[in-house]
């Protein structure tokens, strides 16, 4: 992993912490980016605290820095408290976490370490708690929350040791 | 076959989700559109990411612009041996490497591999290829995941085989 980055970082140009990264290089392709992923957040039909869920989850298994202390307003808003956020760990099967969201840490880890198509079980168990549309929206973000966590670690990783910060739900 | 849509193409089960999958498209689309990376570098990258994924759905695709840039079917079937074979040059090579460690081994690029990398695509090329990888990899699980295999032809900028 990339303790420094390995890419120089433009001039900020933005407000938000992609336009002050070297992900600013490619401005056309940073606003492309910037507005699906405010599309997947403030459009979608899988609610704000479960894709949270999914991301941090994400963030805890490849192992990047700044994704995993970073929390969507939007999410904590909706009850994903940091108390909530300390049950996202291996071991999440024992806590207390809701169904809905031991489903969702499921289907992120087959889709980390192993993907394909779930088995029978876990097909049927996101089916009770996620429509079609869902399930593609849900996919869709870890795969998104996957390929960024790995660009920071690739390219230049914020190190371990930094405060959890509450920034503003991506918006288009 | 996807078991969310029942014979749906990936555009078609991506397409539930309208709004979002025509987001994705237009970032995703950038990349070849605009050659923000070479198309032969591209390709042979999107590639390398399926073979390790094993996606025959990715597998099965090639792009209209590498296709019209020169890359051959005898270049892809070397794909796996890209370190040793003839086929490829220092720069693909170098971009083969950093893009076959990306899908399982992304904490493995070393400074020196990083560093090949700038010097082959500078630094507006290197984050352009990552921001490819990242949906190459992303979205390659996205098809395991939800069972969809092999396509029609390309809406975008590619055939279907």
């Known amino acids: ?100 969201h031991k489903v969702v840490l499921r289907y992120t880890d087959a889709f980390l370490m192993a993907p394909g198509i779930p088995g029978e079980a876990l097909r049927a168990e996101l089916a009770a708690h996620f429509s079609p549309e869902q399930i593609v929206e849900l996919t869709a973000a870890i795969g998104l929350f996957l390929g960024f966590s790995k660009i920071a670690l690739a390219l230049g990783n914020i190190p371990d040791g930094l405060p959890v910060m509450v920034v503003p739900t991506p918006a288009p | ?34 050659r923000l990376v070479p198309p032969i570098i591209l390709e042979l990258c999107r590639l390398r990411v399926a073979q390790q994924l094993g996606c025959r759905g ?47 081994d992304v904490h493995e690029i070393r400074d020196d591999e990083a560093a090949a990398l700038v010097a082959v695509l500078g630094e507006p090329g290197t984050v352009a290829l990552a921001e490819a990888l990242a949906l190459f990899d992303g979205f390659c699980r996205f098809r395991l995941m939800l069972g969809i295999g092999e396509d029609g032809p390309d809406p975008a900028s590619g055939r279907g085989v």
């Open chain 1, 1 to 100: 992993m990339a303790a420094t980055t390995r890419i120089s970082i433009p001039e900020a140009t933005g407000s938000d912490l992609a336009s002050r990264s070297f992900l600013a290089h490619q401005p056309e392709a940073l606003a492309a980016f910037n507005h699906l992923y405010g599309v997947l957040w403030s459009r979608g039909v899988v609610d704000q605290a479960t894709k949270e869920v999914a991301r941090l989850r994400n963030a805890r298994v490849t192992g990047c820095g700044i994704c995993r202390n970073l929390r969507f307003s939007g999410a904590r808003q909706e009850g994903l408290t940091e108390e909530r956020v300390e049950l996202i760990r291996d071991g999440y099967e024992e806590t207390d976490l809701p169904d809905r």
């Open chain 2, 1 to 34: 076959m996807s078991w969310v849509a029942p014979r749906a193409t990936f555009e078609e089960a991506f397409g539930l989700r309208p709004e979002l999958y025509g987001a994705w498209r237009r970032f995703h689309d950038l990349f070849g559109q605009r």
């Open chain 2, 58 to 104: 990715e597998l099965a695709r090639r792009t209209r612009e590498a296709l019209q840039e020169g890359l051959t079917e005898a270049k892809i079937a070397a794909l796996s041996r890209f370190e040793t074979s003839p086929q490829f040059d220092a720069a693909e090579r170098a971009c083969l490497r950093f893009a076959s460690k990306w899908v399982f």
